[in-house]
């Protein structure tokens, strides 16, 4: 299945460290390779590259490796195709447009047979999964709430929705539209929270370590959230199977 990177943070950080790991899997570490794609939130707008070159290989990834793009949002996937083709239109994050914002979704899993109706606004450019469910989220949201309600009504309806989904498969997801952060896991996610006082850290897919006590300042702090650990020297949080968690400011909220 595909694999899944996200960042939220208080303050505007670059995710090269990450991504550098992370994108090693689309081919070196792991067989992703089916095409990827990052998302930086900046403001209301929104910095997008999709490629359907593995990332190992593909000369844009090797930019958002090397260009510090700061950012308190970030989404990333790279693919291996369980649905669709390997075409553009099926690279994940997709992203459309909620209340006068955008909205950025990634999918790891599989939902077979997965076809909702119904849909009036949102229609799936490609055809994978992924893209049907996050029209299916927004479609639900739209349809239940005509401008941006509150976070408090707000989540129990992504809640509602995602329940519903992941009874069709397997639906790890990560969703953002550059304030509110959601995560769900289905199977396999996980986090780490980095703040004062830093440490170094040394990736499991590259021989490579960042002290972060060096590139940050005391207030500063980090959620980096993946389908499974990024280093191999600290302690990443499991999230429970069917957990839904709303990242804010580099923390998990505590939501019912």
Known sequence: MCQLLGMNCNVPTDICFSFE?????????????DGWGIAFFEGKGCRIFVDVNPSVSCPIADV?????????????HIRKATQGEIILENCHPFRREMWGRYWVFAHNGDLPDFNPTGMEFYQPVG?????K???????????????????????????????????????????????????????KLCYIIRQAP????HL?????????????TPSDRVAVIATTPL??????????EGKLLVFEDGLPLDLV
Not at 204 to 216: A, G, H, S
Not at 231 to 240: F, L, V
Request: charged residues 25%; contains cysteine; hydrophobic residues 35%.
């Open 231 to 240: 280093t191999d020297n600290e302690e990443w949080t499991i999230i429970p």
């Open 127 to 131: 055809n994978t999964d992924s893209e």
């Open 204 to 216: 499991i897919d590259q021989d490579v370590t960042v002290d972060f006590n060096e590139l940050t």
């Open 21 to 33: 790991g992370f994108s090693a899997r689309g081919g070196i570490t792991d067989d992703h390779k």
């Open 64 to 76: 958002v490796r090397r260009y510090p793009i700061h950012s308190t949002h970030v989404i990333a």
């Open 198 to 201: 830093f440490a170094a850290a």
């Open 133 to 187: 469910a996050f029209c299916l989220i927004l479609e639900t949201l739209r349809q239940r709430f005509p401008k941006q309600p509150p976070l408090a009504e707000l989540y129990p309806v992504v809640r509602e929705i995602t329940d519903k989904i992941s009874e069709k498969g397997t639906f790890n997801y990560l969703m953002s539209d550059g304030e509110l952060f959601f995560a769900h896991c289905s199977t």
